[in-house]
């Protein structure tokens, strides 16, 4: 029986990568020419005394230092993702990381604009700092917003593609097929259809804001709950918290390599690895007993 095609988003993943940091490239490029362009057009209208590179020198510089912080908010809108429902307790976070975001944006950005200056031999004059600070401030929290929607967004496209998942319900009417309280199976939203998984497919899970993304054969499936929450309906038979982020299936677990730190990394059957802990590392090794090894560890007795 021939398998069924690859979908746009299995089609999608092995360019994943090339798309998201092309993405922001190709955007910091397109508004630096463009902006620089505009700018000099402005210039030269008022007849003021600016040589031609200078404009292409702000923008570039501003474009550069935004760039750079890209990976720094993609951490943290996992760590406070914003969305319609939880926007008024995650507003205060993001309007002091966008304090954040624009004062390390100016300071870079000056400083590049003052080494780039001395080069040729002149001086960049900033202006007041607190005046100006504030100025750029009005700017970068528009930039921040943004970027901060275009994230979720783009997250957003990704989850409906790869599918959500959620617990099953109880029925309308009679008993349960299975218990809800400790799922057997999960339902599956993907593309418009539906259907379940098995609790035993799950490789690991992460939590991400205020979901929790379940692993099952290189697909993620965002299921909105806690970590604390669903780790309490899973099988401790057979899942084990391993750090305050990440469960894992003890089937999968191939072997612990310690760190010097007390922690140590979880490699797993499919060569996938996970942190684990110092807090949840020995109940993690007594629970799997004989199952897998440390290195340097002997076999357990048969």
């Known amino acids: 029986m021939d398998s069924a095609p690859p979908s746009a988003y299995q089609r999608f993943l ?21 902006n620089s362009i505009t700018v000099l057009i402005d210039i030269r209208r008022s007849e003021l005394d600016f040589a031609a590179w200078q404009p292409a020198v702000w923008e570039f510089t501003s474009g550069l230092l935004m760039l750079t912080l890209v990976p720094a908010l993609v951490w943290f809108t996992r760590l406070f993702p914003l969305h319609w429902d939880n926007w008024r307790r995650q507003l ?13 944006h100016v300071v870079g950005m000056v400083g590049l604009r003052m080494l780039i200056y001395r080069a040729q031999g002149m001086e960049y004059d900033f202006g007041p700092w607190p005046r100006e600070l504030f100025y750029e401030y009005l700017k970068d929290i528009r930039s921040y917003a943004s970027m ?21 319900d109880m029925p309308d009417e009679g008993e349960p097929v299975e218990p809800v309280d400790r799922p057997e199976r999960f339902l599956v939203r993907k593309l418009g259809r539906e259907f379940l998984v098995s609790a035993a497919d799950i490789e690991w899970l992460q939590a991400s804001g205020n979901y929790v993304n379940l692993r099952i054969r290189e697909h993620d499936y965002p299921l909105r709950s806690t ?4 780790e309490s309906k899973l099988d401790p038979r057979r899942f084990a918290r391993v750090h305050r982020s990440y469960i894992v299936n003890l089937d999968l677990i191939a072997s612990i390599e310690p760190l010097d730190t007390g922690d140590a990394r979880l490699h797993l059957k499919d060569r996938t690895t996970l942190p684990c802990s110092r807090r949840y590392r020995a109940g993690l090794r007594g629970r799997a007993g004989a199952t897998m090894q440390e290195p340097g560890q002997p076999a357990a007795a048969s």
């Open 92 to 104: 205060p976070w993001h309007l002091l990381a966008s304090a954040v975001f624009s004062l390390v």
């Open 14 to 34: 092995p360019w994943r990568r090339t798309f998201e940091v092309g993405f922001w490239v190709v955007l910091t490029l397109v508004n630096g020419i463009a």
């Open 148 to 168: 901060v929607a275009g994230i979720e967004i783009y997250r957003f496209v990704l989850r409906r593609s790869q599918g959500e998942a959620s617990l099953l």
């Open 227 to 230: 970590i604390a929450g669903i």
